[in-house]
């Protein structure tokens, strides 16, 4: 017993109780705000596991931006769909989890190495090779931090295909607006009064938001941070910019938001083709330009997951259609 | 012996910190209507928090991790006060006029 | 490798550059763009296939130069290359469709083709788990969008769809996450020599095997697929059924005959060949019963996939490489008839002006083309000579028949053959009941229903190359 595992029992049970809460909430607003602080209580557990940048990625996206994402649909969704949708599903998820328990007891069963070899014995001989591998990698790099060099380095290819994941669920999200028409009644929302002080509020808020961004992406190269991390807190900004009416709408048919949605990925992949024609290979930076390189690619993909955020989240009619 | 001394000040700082939370807790589940409760959060949430900054400031008295655990203090104050303000005149609204905005919802969510 | 890097890359670039153009360009300049790049990437899949023909064994790359292990590795196999032809021709075939068909199709299937395109061939040049996943999420994020390009009346399947395939993702996901932290590795080939038959191998590959099995829809995880494929624009159905589907099986594939241990893979093996069997009749019943044209060759999709699934299957049992020829080839029949099924039948439907069974009457004389394609591609799912589907049957009887102990599966491919027929002959035998016909709705177009021809004429030339799509599979010399 260390007295650390305190707040780590006090965290793990929150998250139960979070996420409990935010399936079983009678309430729909209820069921919300749970599951925003169930974002938050996972942003802390991560921050407790010496992952930093995760626990970032986590408070931004998985609290701040799904939360305003989350009040959005509750705005426009009827409320008696809630009582059906969780009879359903309850069903559906009972279900579900007895047919999977009994799959997996009658798995263990069958098996007698749980007991046998022991799940326990297995870990001394898990030789974190990879590990080892990577670390000593690391100076070629290009860059200082390991978790940089594997996500834009070793494992580049991976994170190119993340880009276009994001890219491609936001060409998922354009074709539920159907194209032609847009009605002016929605474009103007009524504001509250009350939403001067919120703009006031923004207009101090953004700016700090801004340069924490920027310094994240600067500091990405040696230490927690980079370039999903910068571009999560940007589109936060925009996205707060956008609610108070400061910003003007991120119009889809303008020539510069489309190049910074692709630009990431389109750097990203022109990166990839050249090395493959003019260099040794797909993704193989040349020695002396990897540094240069990564930090080219990183920031063009913040600008490109800032703007593809913030058009997920807040990204209407009028922004994806016209 | 100044250690000490400042080791036991930061300690008591910070359990002074954590009792106006747990008053915080306690008010929010008590108080009868929404401006009470908003006061009893907010109030002793700048409170509290400052203490544990000003706790944890003399545990750890470098002067990089004063000025973070400043602004965190300046920056958390801030955004509370807002929200506060944001709740109370947009339910003052509604209790007046019933009328316009939804805006509220979004608002709320932007410091999580 | 520069080649099938290339025929990789070629859609990705066009698909990008199509999304930064917006509305600069005309809907047909945009049609025309990605058939040029469809050309170009099949030509590139091409020579990429005479390369890995020519090295005889598997071409490896490991991405930006780092030793094995830290990198990841891409694999060039002559079934990997194969599979980039394919899918090439597959979007050749449907695009020149998509382009020249007087329906038209919105600018954004464009794009999001040459995404799904690209995803595809990320998918099968890719030999490490994790990159797998990823593909994995790119194809279905694609596949969706695609579905809700049909407009608000396709938003319910697609939003299932996707909630499906997420959850899907997220079983292939943990299931990774095991092997990596029992095994350390996430390469495939690493990984296959080092994998024991222990609890925790058991348990990420039960639970892999879930995720794939409910994204490739096969039985019993393919409620999803029929409404899904029948209430996409045609086009869409038509890559969909042909080519979506095979992605995470051959991530299945790969799965339990690589990296799983044998000893695993033998006890799993005949689960998914009676599932496989009872996908052919359950999905065969379903697509006979079904009163709407597009549902019922959505269903005949699952019923096909029982064949894969059964190749898998007896492939596992008897550990028997060979069967995997069987299994492509499969993959191929089906892929180029079902294309030809979907195209036709969404003709059908617009020339007709109905969507169901009923409203065939008398097409044979009303909209003979597309009857024709619809009944030759139907061939080939029935199996009957010399199509690519009688090929596939073929290579699947041979070990089957070869042993008198495994006859019994022989029912099961004869069941699965009859009930094919059973629905094919069903729509067939209404569209030529000249007595009451069903007139025509708008005067047809013709280009469109020869293009729904292409690929029925394709799978059944399919069976002239035969030999040497058998001896590439098995990696002989071609």
């Not at chain 3, 990705?12 to 509305?23: A, E, I, N, T």
Request: glycine residues 8%; contains cysteine.
């Amino acid at each position: 017993m260390t007295p650390e595992l305190l707040p780590d029992l006090t965290l793990s049970l929150l998250l139960l109780i979070m996420a409990w809460g935010a399936l079983y909430a009678p309430q729909r607003s209820d069921a919300m705000t749970l599951f925003i602080a169930f974002g938050v209580v996972v942003a802390l557990i991560w921050a407790r596991l010496d992952a930093p940048d995760l626990a970032l990625a986590e408070a931004a996206i998985g609290a701040g931006l799904t939360g305003v994402l989350l009040m959005h649909a509750a705005r426009a969704l009827p409320d008696e769909l809630h009582q059906d949708y969780r009879t359903a599903s309850y069903w559906g998820a009972l279900g579900f989890t007895v047919v999977a328990s009994l799959m997996f007891l009658v798995h263990l069963l069958y098996d007698d190495s749980l007991f046998n070899a022991g799940l326990l014995d297995t870990e001394s001989d898990l030789t974190p090779r990879l590990r080892t591998l990577a670390d000593a990698a690391v100076p070629e790099s290009g860059v200082e931090h390991p978790v940089t060099a594997v996500l834009l380095n070793f494992r580049a290819w991976d994170t190119l295909l993340e880009l276009l994941v994001l890219l491609f669920a936001l060409g998922g999200l354009r074709q539920l607006f159907p194209s032609g028409q847009s009605d002016d009644s929605a474009t103007t929302a009524s504001w509250p009064e009350s939403m001067t002080l919120m703009s006031a509020w923004t207009r101090v808020l953004a700016p700090l938001l801004v340069v924490t961004g920027g310094y994240l992406l600067w500091r990405g190269s040696s230490a927690p941070g980079g370039a999903f991390q910068a571009g999560s807190l940007l589109a936060a900004a925009a996205v707060i910019l956008r609610l108070t009416g400061l910003l003007p709408p991120l119009r889809w048919s303008s020539l510069w938001l489309r190049l910074s949605v692709v630009a990431g990925a389109l750097f990203f992949l022109a990166v990839a083709a050249a090395t493959a024609i003019w260099g040794d290979g797909w993704l193989t930076y040349p020695g002396a330009y990897s540094g240069l390189l990564i930090i080219s690619i990183e920031i063009f993909a913040t600008l490109s997951i800032a703007i593809t955020l913030s058009l997920l989240v807040i990204g209407e009619q009028e922004d994806l259609r016209s | 012996m100044i250690n000490t001394i400042t080791d036991v000040l930061g300690w008591s700082f910070m359990l002074a910190g954590s009792a106006f939370f747990v008053t915080a807790a306690l008010g929010l589940l008590r108080f009868p209507d929404l401006y009470s409760r908003l006061h009893a959060v907010t109030k002793t949430d700048t409170l509290g928090l400052g203490l544990l900054a000003l706790g944890l400031a003399l545990l750890d008295p470098s002067w990089r991790s004063c000025l973070i655990l400043l602004l965190v203090w300046m920056l958390v104050m801030a955004s509370g006060a807002v929200n506060c303000q944001l709740l109370a005149r947009f339910n003052l609204e509604q209790e007046e006029g019933r009328h316009g905005g939804d805006g509220h919802q979004t608002g709320e969510s932007d410091d999580a | 490798m520069n080649f099938a890097l290339l025929s990789l890359a070629i859609p990705l670039f066009c698909g990008l550059l199509l999304l930064l153009s917006g509305r600069a360009l005309r809907t047909r300049t945009t049609g025309f763009i990605v058939i040029v790049s469809t050309v170009a990437s099949l030509v590139a899949a091409w020579f990429a296939l005479q390369e890995a023909a020519a090295a005889g064994a598997d071409i490896m790359l490991n991405l930006g130069g780092w030793e094995t292990g830290l990198a990841i590795r891409l694999r060039l196999s002559s079934l990997s290359a194969l599979l980039l032809v394919f899918t090439a021709l597959m979007h050749l075939l449907i695009g020149l469709y998509a382009g020249l068909s007087r329906d038209g199709i919105k600018r954004d299937y464009w794009a999001l083709s040459c995404f799904l395109h690209g995803s595809l061939a990320a998918l099968w040049l890719s030999a490490d788990l994790f990159n797998l996943y990823i593909t994995l999420e790119l194809l279905g994020l694609t596949a969706v969008a695609m579905v809700a390009l049909a407009g608000p009346k396709a938003y319910k399947p697609a939003a299932n769809y996707l909630i499906l395939s997420l959850a899907a993702s997220l079983f292939y996901l943990l299931g990774v996450a095991l092997l990596y932290g029992r095994y350390g590795e996430l390469d495939v080939l690493l990984l296959a020599p080092r994998t024991q038959a222990d609890v925790i191998t058991r348990l990420a590959l039960l639970l892999m095997t879930t995720g794939l099995m409910l994204k490739a829809a096969l039985w019993p995880l393919h409620l999803w697929l029929p409404p899904a494929h029948a209430s996409a624009p045609t086009a869409v159905s038509a890559l969909l059924s042909g080519l979506v589907v095979k992605g995470p099986l051959f991530i299945l594939w790969v799965l339990w005959s690589e990296v799983a241990p044998p000893t695993l893979a033998q006890q799993i093996g005949p689960v998914l060949a009676i599932a496989g069997m009872i996908a052919l009749t359950a999905g065969g019943l379903s697509a006979m019963r079904s009163p709407h044209i597009k549902t019922l060759v959505a269903y005949s999709t699952v019923a096909q996939l029982g064949y894969a699934l059964m190749a898998l299957g007896l492939l596992l049992t008897w550990q028997l490489p060979q069967m995997h020829i069987a299994l492509w080839l499969f993959v191929i029949a089906h892929g180029l008839a079902k294309a030809s099924l979907f195209l036709a039948a969404g003709e059908m439907q617009s020339s007709l002006g109905t969507k169901r069974v009923d409203g065939l009457r008398g097409a044979t004389q009303t909209v003979p083309v597309a009857m024709f394609a619809f009944a030759v591609a139907g061939g080939s799912l029935i199996g009957l000579p010399p199509s690519g589907g009688f090929l596939a049957k073929w290579v699947l009887l041979e070990p089957i028949l070869s042993e008198p102990g495994n006859w019994p599966w022989a029912m099961g491919v004869l069941l699965g053959t009859l009930v094919s027929a059973a629905y094919i002959f069903r729509i067939v035998a209404i569209s030529f009941d000249r007595a009451q016909i069903n007139p025509l709705d708008i005067n047809p177009d013709r280009v469109g229903h020869w293009l729904a021809l292409l690929p029925a004429l394709m799978v059944w030339g399919m069976a002239l190359s035969g030999e040497w799509l058998i001896r590439l599979l098995a990696g002989g010399p071609v």
